[in-house]
């Protein structure tokens, strides 16, 4: 596609609910990251892919937070047992190819809400 | 680690030129990133810098002094959709070559 997308836009869940969010990155970059951004805050990483193995997974806040790439394109983020503290916008971001020359693009954001 | 710090909200007059800055402390620095961020849409890419100097690219100017740790971004001409939220990330020599990202300075710009 043309850019970055993400579905759902909106997410409303339950205390202690599963919740799966979707990126589909811009066709051909090999880098997808994630992150989520807090009201009056900057995007905070979260996980990063290079091809379908996370590359760098060291801003996952704890275990509850998962994410997966199969097949080096779209990626699922994965929540477990969601607390009201996991309410934040998650964007998703490609790069072409990563690295210490990549920019990242990024996607509209899940408006995540647990109540 | 890093450090990134940006002023909270500006305002500026429609037509007018404002800077905003950015000051980051950082152990190895690898590039400067601003970005736009309009209220509930994405960041969106406007400038990168690596080397000291300004970049221009029409309304918009970034700078870069990595020996004071200071980067601005200039806005000339400013239009009422200028009005959003400017990202300033810092990229390091170690990890993985995630930028970190400031706050964001909440720019609004009035008639």
């Known amino acids: 596609g043309a850019g970055v997308s993400q579905t759902p836009s909106n997410k409303v869940t339950e205390k202690g609910k599963y919740v799966e969010l979707r990126c589909d990155p811009i066709?051909?970059?090999?880098?997808l990251y994630w992150y989520r951004q807090s009201l009056g805050q900057g995007p905070e990483f979260l996980i990063y892919f290079q091809g379908t193995g996370a590359a760098d997974d060291s801003g996952l806040p704890n275990d509850r937070f998962f994410a997966v790439r199969p097949e080096g394109s779209v990626s699922t983020l994965k929540i477990q047992r969601t607390e009201r503290g996991d309410s934040a916008v998650y964007l998703c971001?490609?790069?072409?190819?990563?690295?210490?020359?990549?920019?990242?693009?990024f996607g509209p954001g899940t408006r995540l809400t647990v109540l | 680690g890093q450090n990134i710090d940006q002023p909270t909200e500006m305002t500026a007059t429609e037509g007018a030129i404002v800077q905003i800055n950015c000051t980051y402390q950082?152990?190895?620095?690898?590039?400067l990133f601003w970005y736009q961020q309009h209220a509930g849409e994405a960041p969106t890419f406007l400038s990168y810098?690596?080397?000291?100097g300004l970049e221009e690219k029409g309304r918009f100017s970034s700078f870069l002094s990595r020996s004071k740790g200071y980067s601005y971004l200039l806005l000339k001409e400013l239009q009422m959709k200028d009005s959003a939220s400017y990202l300033c990330a810092v990229r390091e020599t170690e990890g993985s070559y995630i930028p970190t990202f400031g706050r964001g300075t909440s720019l609004i710009v009035h008639p």
């Open positions: 810098n690596v080397l000291d």
């Open positions: 950082t152990s190895g620095f690898n590039g």
């Open positions: 066709s051909g970059h090999t880098a």
């Open positions: 971001a490609s790069g072409i190819a990563g690295g210490r020359t990549d920019t990242q693009y």
